[in-house]
């Protein structure tokens, strides 16, 4: 099993910044990449971006040239990070942390996965 943790939500004026991090332990040595989603209010969850086996990053239209997304570990912990830039109010979401096993040409399919609580980004004056 891997459980699944974010954090660093928050509120932040339109412009501004916000980090968000994952921390994904357990039995990590199942999984091979790591993933943020969104889901706004009253809109379905939608991918923001995902960084796959090797460090290869993936984007969203919305999102590309203002998130980055990064990864790292430490001891049977994999972590994910979502550097958040320039955000606007459509950023208003509550974002989540998906850590899953791929494989396929290009990590398209995704064996299985695992999800965390979420963590409320709000960007509002």
């Known amino acids: 099993q891997v459980h699944v943790m974010e954090s660093g939500g928050g509120l932040v004026q339109p412009g501004g910044s916000l980090s968000l991090s994952c921390a994904a332990s357990?039995?990590?040595?199942?999984?091979?990449?790591l993933a943020w989603w969104r889901q706004p209010p009253e809109k379905p969850r939608e991918w923001v971006a995902d960084i796959a086996p090797g460090g290869r990053t993936n984007y969203a239209d919305a999102v590309t040239g203002r998130f980055t997304i990064s990864r790292d570990n430490a001891k049977n912990t994999e972590l994910a990070y979502l550097h958040m830039n320039n955000l606007k109010p459509e950023d208003t979401a509550v974002y989540y942390c998906?850590?899953?096993?791929?494989?396929?040409?290009?990590?398209?399919?995704?064996?299985?996965?695992?999800w965390g609580q979420g963590t409320q980004v709000t960007v509002s004056p």
């Open positions: 998906s850590a899953f096993h791929c494989s396929g040409a290009g990590c398209h399919d995704v064996d299985y996965d695992y």
């Open positions: 357990g039995s990590i040595d199942k999984i091979n990449a």
